[in-house]
């Protein structure tokens, strides 16, 4: 069982921000020294499912992964409706839009579609996971999570990806309150400088909440009548998607 851990840490030490690492990283992320960090890694290039560029010396996740992600079936009649989901909202405000779900103290986009905007955001790609206290996606779960689950995420130490992340529990706990109010959540420049997100949550038919919806975009393209009708195909998505069975 150790040993599955540790393959485990090695295959999360990777993420969207850091798709390439170094085995010191690899190590220092996955709390292993480094001889046995070197050994499991080793393994699973031969396995495919991680490759090392030979001039770098860097590792990266390879394709064997994608062959395992596609026999994933948890979540896949929810995942195949929020893609649907989330295509409509790329098309209608041509803004890259997802759909994302709880993972402990991270969301992880589990849809993801692209729209025809000039300049498209790239950020978050399918299967990468976030922190829950800062982007509009996170937030829009965090501020509907019992009271209990999200004192336990703001306890923990909160990254900060830009200046403008917010980090004080104390402000966070206000905005997330805001987010209840007013029915969506808005997040400017806190994950990545000059990209804004807009998210509403998604709740089942039974009252509990799904996941989030969210669409991101430059922030210079986020004015007030943009930002309402975005707002506005959010909602109806996550209406028309919670009242699915």
């Not at 020294?33 to 590792?59: F, K, M, N």
């Not at 986009?109 to 996170?138: K, N, Y």
């Not at 992340?165 to 402000?171: G, I, L, R, T």
């Not at 987010?179 to 038919?205: C, K, M, N």
């Amino acid at each position: 069982m150790r040993a599955v851990a540790r393959v485990v840490r090695i295959l999360r030490s990777f993420s969207a921000r850091e798709p390439s690492r170094s085995l010191s990283g690899i190590a220092e992320a996955a709390g292993l020294d480094l001889g046995t960090t070197r050994r499991i890694l080793a393994s699973l290039c031969d396995e495919g499912l991680v490759v090392r560029d030979a001039r770098t010396r860097l590792y990266r996740l390879d394709l064997g992964l994608l062959e395992l992600a596609g026999s994933v079936t948890e979540g896949g009649d929810l995942r195949t409706r929020a893609q649907a989901a989330v295509d409509r909202i790329a098309a209608e405000t041509g803004n890259t839009a997802f759909f994302g779900v709880r993972r402990g103290r991270e969301v992880l986009c589990l849809a993801r579609a692209e729209g025809s905007a000039v300049v498209l955001v790239r950020w978050w790609t399918l299967g990468g996971r976030m922190p829950m206290h800062c982007g509009a996606a996170p937030r829009a779960i965090l501020a509907h999570l019992p009271a209990k689950d999200a004192d336990g995420v703001l306890a923990g130490t909160l990254e900060r990806f830009t200046p403008r992340s917010e980090v004080d529990p104390a402000a966070i706990r206000r905005e997330l309150a805001r987010i209840r109010r007013r029915g969506f959540a808005l997040a400017s420049d806190d994950v990545v400088l000059g990209v804004s997100g807009v998210a509403v949550p998604v709740f089942g038919r039974n009252g509990a909440l799904l996941g989030s919806l969210a669409v991101a975009c430059l922030t210079a393209q986020l004015a007030p009548a943009s930002r309402d009708a975005i707002v506005g195909a959010l909602g109806r998505e996550a209406a028309s998607l919670g009242a699915e069975p």
